[in-house]
């Protein structure tokens, strides 16, 4: 099993043959740096000083061919094939509250919540807790590489993604038209640095499209169970393109004090829809409409489709929204 080392310091670990060099860091409790787990982000980039890697995703684009030149590689991509020496700086946010674990899971159920979004619960071989608004890594069998989808539930046995069709996507392909209840599947988590902040002290509002729908549930599910949450309140805003893709609302309804301290704002982007009563536009563009300032005040998450992502950051940002009170993990 090879040995990393940290140039410079005492820190090294173990990386198992089959992992890479980031998760592994992560599973050993340092803080190495990264965001969406899949090569796009390039958040966990280091310098490769001394050994050998291979790399899981040839030419992810987290990576510049200057980078390459330089030396770096993404530490989410590098599987070691001898000792390695590198060199990073390790920071405390990135240190996991709950360690990634590498097991398997059993599809148990399935159910349909829109014409193109679908929760899958697999049922894990060893509970494992993790922190709502988290995601993990699936292996599909057939499917080249991880896929990085983030839980809707909060419990610690079961895991439940709630995942939307990619017309041609392999791994959505393979979820939705070959997988089976009973199958088995590679799971490992969990990640992700947009999770719940249970003791920051103000209003919550998610924003979500898309996939976006589970991790948003997950946080607002966590809220509503929190015995600090008494008195604050969530606002949740779901947006599609039609009245077709908006969801989600069955799911709030169940929460204690649902209508009250946790409302549901609809909205569709596309015209058309004529009888539609909720609102019309992307989420950023309805979050600011409804919210405005008051953004400024509150605990904001976002999970949704790159563009949706990148709209809500430029607005907030705009907004003077302070980046502490932002969470988002951004994998696509
Ligand atoms: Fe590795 Fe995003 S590229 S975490």
Redesign the pocket.
Known sequence: MPTIAVKGSDIRWQCADDDTI?RSALRAGLGF?????????????FDLLEGEIEELRAN????SDRDRERGRR????ARPLADCTVKLRFMPQYESHVSPVRQSGVLVAVRDITHDIREFRFRLDRPQPFLAGQYALLDLPGVEGSRAYSMANTDADEWHFQIRRVPNGAATGKLFGALSVGDRIKIDGPYGMAYFREDAERDIICLAGGSGLSPMISVTRAAAASPLFAGRTVDFVYGGRSAQDICGEDMLAELPRFGTHIRYHPAISAGGDDGWAGHRGFVHEVAERLFSERLRDCEIYFAGPPLMGQAIQKMLVDLGVPSAQVHFDQ?Y
Do not use: H, I, T
């Open positions: 980031m740096p990264y965001e969406c787990n899949v090569g796009s982000c390039g958040n966990c980039r992810a684009p987290g990576l993404l530490g989410c991509q994998f």
